[in-house]
Every structure is written in C-alpha cells, then in structure tokens.
C-alpha cells in the first residue's frame, strides 16, 4: 500500500476488475465501474474551491459514491444521519466549515442555510472522466463525537490515517472478492469507517441493507443470508442479539466486536460458529487501535475478554500521568502510537487537543483518557475511563454535554446529569432538576432535548429535585418520572 489515498486505492481495484460488484442495497447493485462513474457523476457538480462537504443522506449505493466523489477532489466529508436532530445537524456542518451539503431531496428543507446538491435513489451514471486530487494528508473525514465542553468535537482523520487503519484490517482479517461486508452502523461512528473501506479497498462487496430491514434481528439475518455476508462489525449488544439465535446464517465467517467491552456471556453460542473479535481504539486513532479473537481465549476474571494487541503499524503502552510506563500488571492510561493518530479537534479545542501529544521523535500520542493494565501474555485488559465519559449502546456520551442541553431550557433552573451503571454492568442517565416556578417539565424539556441530542443521549430517568438554591445539597423526590 504504497500511496496513503484512500480513493486511489479504491481506482486500484476497479482497474483490477472493473466488472466485479462493489456495492448494492435493496434497490441497486453496481459493479465497480459503475461506482467510480457515479462518483465522477457526482463530483463534478462539486465546486472546485469546496474542501470540506457534509453527507447527509439515506444508507445506499449513492451515499457511499457521494462519500467517494467527495475524496476523489481532495475534499473531507462530514457525516451525519438524516435522523439526527435538527441543530445537532447544523452545529456539526457549521462547525466543521462545510461548503456545501450532498442530500436527499427529502431533506432539503431541514437544511437550510447550506448549499446543496441533491443525489435521489437510482441517480442516473454520466460517462464523466475525472482525475483524483487527493494527497496523503489531505483530511479524510471530520467524525463528530460527544464534547465534555457541552457540544460535540469533530476528530480531523486523514487519508493516510484510513490506509494505514485498511492495511491492518487486511494483514488480520484477509477480506478479499469472496467477502460481503455488512454496512450495519450509522455514519457518525468510525465502525462505518471500517465497514465501507475495509471492503471498498480490499475487493470484497459492501451491502447495505435499509433502515426497515435493520430495525429487526430477524430480517437483518435474513439480509444476511440472502446477499451471503461473510463479515460483520458491530457493537457488543449486536453480537449479544445473534448470541440468542438458534443457528447463525452460514455465510458468516467472521464477527467483529467494537465500542464497548464485550462479554463472554454475550458471545458463548456464536464461538462454535464463527471466528470472533474483540476490538478497541478510540475515533482520534482511526477505528482500531488493538484486536483480541476470542476463540480458544478465556476471558478475565470479570467476565469481559481482554482488548488485546496493537494492531499493524501501530503500538499501544499503558503509562502514568507523569507518561511513564507502569510496571506490567499496573493500572495506567491506554495511550496509543501509530499511523492512526489523527491530526485532533477541529476548531478552538485547545484544552482536549491536549490529550494529542507530540513526542521528542516527531511522533503523535494519543492519551486516551481510558485505563488499563498489561497481561501476563502481553494483551491489554481495559478497565474503564479516567473521567465522567460513558457509553451507551455503544456510543460515547460526555455527561457534560447532556447537562449542558439541559440547563439551556427556559423550564429548567439548575439541573445536574449523572451516569451510572445497572445490574448487567450498561451505562445509562439520570437527570436531577430544580425547575422554574410553574413548569410541569416532563414533556416540554423531553422535546426541547431531542432538538439538540440524539435518542441515546436523552436521560433515562428524570428526577425533580426537592430543595434550594444548591441542586446538589438538596433532596430529590424517590419515584422518578421515566421517560418513554
């Protein structure tokens, strides 16, 4: 992999096999050929000064050629889900510098403000021949994560950071024509990052399935079977879901897990079956930073596996604040090294750009803020974060950014969110309030909240707190008001 640029990589392959499938959802299959044209069809109604283009568009063939035509000019792309709430949409893209949004249709009126370029499902392909303006450095993607400053941080990943992360996917997993990946994750999380690329770069077939098929086990294993997946990446609550299952499709040869620890008892039926990971690596390290498979491994003594082994070009060290290394066995901060460090937080995030540190060699550190210590063996075992951070179904929450939606609501005088953890060790919130004077609250501030953050940020529980002026030297009612 000599030239870090991911669409020059995916140029590769189509002038390998032009006529081999690359994507296909439940309306559309292209070979690709057919992809690269479309991408051309599509960059070339991007303007030339744009360098920075929001994606905010349906899971489909035509998304993933946006993603692509965005690249091919040089430009970075920044995801977001059609669903995600409004202002959230727009404080990443103007936060991020977007020049302009690629959208469906059907969403053009929740944008405004943007310049758009609309792409419909079954975009007709124009014979369009364009060259790519990529460079190794140019930035990739700006993936947006939650903020402890109270809004979301975007992390600025590059192209070589991507190649670097595919040619380890690749020395592990060996994807290649004979391989489907499912595209399973939304596009904010870097497990999309993997999904596509992994299969985009490496020849085998990407399928997506839509929204309605994904919204239950059952017809997603039938997606499965039907398009003959053989690798899926996806949170440990997926891998638990398909644990329950009978018998696994037979395709499947491979399950990736990722984002949150994993259990063994998440995975005791899946291991006969097919080969199983247990993954790790923040979204400032591009995707993985470490792999564990778990058949033939025991797990710890808590019941979760160990995260494992740095992965391809890349290393990974448990160190002490002063950044030294803690003797094996020692509790210490996971701080990671490699081809995968990203450039940081876009725009004034000076105090959390703080976490990326330069070493006297011209190498960058990541400081992940999480704690671990080293096995015997040489894997690492990750324990939990330094901070207040949690994440829930898989996805990373700052607590502080949940507090900060909250008290910016006119129903709500001081509020305080804390996370905490269930009987089977899942993270989730709780929200303490003192609300102004003759706020019936519940249902005003649940809707006030999801304008600003998405479903898995809201609070579980709600609780109306007893006392004044000090929210934490009061009292608070003992039956909460739950949100549905």
């Not at 081809?339 to 330069?358: A, C, D, L, T």
């Not at 330094?386 to 005088?413: A, H, N, T, W």
């Amino acid at each position: 992999m000599d030239r870090q640029v991911i669409y020059d990589l995916f140029e590769q392959k189509v002038f390998e096999n032009p006529d081999a499938p690359a994507v296909c959802d439940e309306q559309r299959k292209l070979t690709r050929m057919q992809l690269m044209q479309l991408a051309d069809t599509i960059a070339a109604q991007l303007p030339t000064q744009a360098k920075r283009v929001g994606v905010v568009m349906n899971h489909s063939v035509e998304m993933i050629a946006a993603i692509l035509a965005v690249l091919k000019t040089g430009s970075a792309y920044i995801p977001a889900e059609p669903s995600f709430p409004q202002n959230r949409i727009r404080f990443m893209m103007e936060d991020a510098g977007a020049d302009l949004v690629i959208t469906n249709p059907e969403y053009a009126g929740s944008l405004p403000g943007f310049s758009l370029i609309p792409v419909d499902a079954g975009m007709e392909i124009q014979t369009i021949t364009m060259k790519s303006k990529a460079a190794p450095g140019d930035l990739a993607y700006i993936l947006y994560t939650s903020g402890s400053t109270g809004a979301p941080k975007g992390v600025a990943v590059q192209n070589r950071n991507v190649c670097h992360y595919i040619q380890a996917f690749q020395s592990e997993f060996h994807p290649d024509e004979q391989d489907t990946v499912l595209q399973y994750s939304v596009c904010s999380f870097d497990i999309f990052v993997e999904e596509v690329f992994s299969a985009l770069l490496s020849g085998a077939l990407l399928a997506i399935p839509s929204e309605e098929t994904k919204a239950s086990l059952e017809s997603t294993m039938e997606f499965v079977r039907e398009h003959h997946v053989t690798i899926i990446s996806g949170f440990p609550y997926l891998l638990l879901e398909m644990n329950r299952l009978p018998k696994l499709p037979e395709s499947l040869r491979l399950l990736i897990s990722g984002g949150d620890v994993l259990r063994a008892s998440y995975i005791t039926n899946l291991l006969p079956q097919v080969e199983v990971y247990n993954t790790y690596g923040p979204s400032e390290t591009t995707v993985c930073a470490t792999y564990f498979k778990c058949n033939g491994a025991a797990p710890l003594e808590d019941g979760t596996y160990p995260i494992g082994k740095a992965v391809l070009g890349c290393s990974v060290e448990i160190l002490d604040e002063n950044m030294n290394p803690v003797a094996p066995g020692q509790i210490g901060e996971i701080c990671i090294k490699g081809g995968g460090v990203s450039q940081g937080y876009i725009g004034n995030r000076e105090k959390e750009n703080q976490s990326f540190v330069v070493l006297s060699d011209g190498q960058r550190l990541y400081r992940s803020g999480d704690l671990g210590y080293l096995l015997p063996d040489g894997s690492l075992a990750f324990l939990h974060r330094k901070d207040k951070q949690v994440m829930i179904l898989g996805k990373r929450v700052e607590p502080d950014e949940v507090e900060s939606v909250l008290c910016k609501c006119p129903e709500v005088r001081q509020g305080v969110v804390k996370p905490y953890v269930d009987e089977q060790n899942l993270s989730y919130l709780v929200a303490y309030i003192v609300p102004e004077k003759g706020q019936s609250l519940i249902s005003e501030l649940k809707k006030k909240m999801r304008q600003h953050l998405p479903s898995y940020m809201i609070p579980e529980f709600l609780f109306r707190w007893i006392g004044f002026p000090s929210l934490r030297m009061g009292r608070w009612m003992q039956k909460p008001c739950q949100w549905s």
